[in-house]
């Protein structure tokens, strides 16, 4: 049962930012139980997200150089604290990108992400935070409230992806108030977006467009169940407003995180509908005024996804159990060719929708 774990070395390797648009592949100290309620898990598989890239761009400052990124991965409990009840060495888990403790205010009404304890993986500031996943090895808080078993019969792909990306789009469509009847729109189709469309799809959504300038993204948008748009071929505004006979979407799912694509979801947008944003905003300014939301009756939902309270309602409920949301994952590489993998998920290349790396 326990061959498959590898010994601790004096250095684990990891991929550590180096600054904007450099990701370093090389050695990073050993994480260690610092608190009894702690665990170490030995990383099987971890993800680059999109939110990654706003650190590796700069948009988002602060990060410590030196700091093991990532916070989306599965894994195998190699060590645990003297407190730690629910798991054991040898407990196979996957991991939302937070920690949480269960018991503070937030944890209990199902808001886990802004836990009073908690933290995102992969965010170390003047010395304090966390730790990322894009190693060998992590040091998990409050393991117990934290980490989620992963069954036998789910595998870590879908594993890696309830921690973050399908929850977050189960969130955002739940959120947009997806369901039989009207017309909603997802604008953007990366991991996040295409996750969303399943989750729209699973709601009863039926007139669902998506939105996005990538052929290969919007071909799997329809494979998903969307009707595909790209603005750089078709008035997308013109094809909302035939579809609702002027009114606009009732529902906007904005996945992208750009001023430009709340603009456009707002464009969108029938008076009395809902925009849900799960993109991560950096701007200093909506990109509407009040009086247009005044005027929109606007309903705008925006926020992180709560994923550990996702991700446990989504396995109970057998729905990431139900769909091929794996098949967004395109690329696979080794943990070494880091630096290479983040370019290739940040420019599309060889049209790569989701990386995942592998220790």
């Known amino acids: 049962m326990e061959d498959f774990l590898v010994p601790y070395f004096h250095s684990m390797q990891a991929l550590t930012f180096g600054g904007i648009e450099s990701i370093i592949y090389g050695a990073a100290p050993d994480p260690k139980i610092l608190e009894p309620n702690d665990a170490i898990v030995q990383i099987s598989l971890s993800g680059i997200c999109g939110s990654d890239l706003h650190v590796y761009h700069g948009r988002e400052a602060g990060l410590d150089k030196g700091t093991v990124m990532g916070h989306e991965f599965t894994g195998t409990v190699m060590e645990t604290g003297a407190k730690v009840k629910k798991f054991h060495k040898g407990s196979r888990v996957l991991s939302p990108f937070t920690t949480s403790c269960g018991e503070c205010f937030y944890c209990r009404i199902g808001l886990t992400c802004r836990c009073e ?4 993986f992969g965010w170390m500031q003047s010395g304090h935070g966390l730790h990322g996943a894009q190693a060998q090895f992590i040091r998990v808080p409050m393991a117990d409230s934290t980490l989620i078993a992963l069954s036998s019969d789910l595998n870590e792909e879908k594993g890696l992806l309830l921690g973050d990306i399908f929850s977050t789009g189960y969130f955002c469509a739940e959120n947009a108030g997806a369901k039989p009847g009207g017309t909603s729109v997802v604008i953007g189709c990366g991991p996040v977006g295409l996750m969303t469309i399943i989750a729209a799809k699973h709601l009863g959504a039926e007139n669902l467009y998506a939105i996005d300038y990538q052929d290969e993204r919007l071909q799997m948008a329809k494979e998903f ?60 300014k909506f990109s509407f005024s009040p009086g247009e939301a005044y005027d929109k009756n606007l309903i705008y939902k925006i926020g992180r996804c709560p994923a550990h309270y996702y991700a446990e309602k989504l396995l109970r409920e057998e729905i990431i159990q139900r769909y091929p949301a794996e098949k967004i994952i395109t690329h696979h590489f080794q943990l070494n060719d880091g630096a290479r993998a983040y370019e290739v998920f940040d420019k599309k290349l060889d049209n790569c929708i989701k990386a995942v790396l592998h220790p």
């Open 117 to 120: 304890k908690g933290n995102l």
């Open 225 to 284: 169940g969307a009707s595909p748009l790209n603005p750089s071929i078709i008035d997308v505004k013109a094809v909302i407003r035939d579809a609702t006979t002027g009114r606009g979407a009732d529902a906007i799912m904005e996945v992208v995180g750009s001023s430009e694509a709340l603009r456009l979801a707002i464009d969108l947008l029938r008076p009395g509908g809902i925009i849900s944003s799960v993109g991560v905003h950096t701007e200093n």
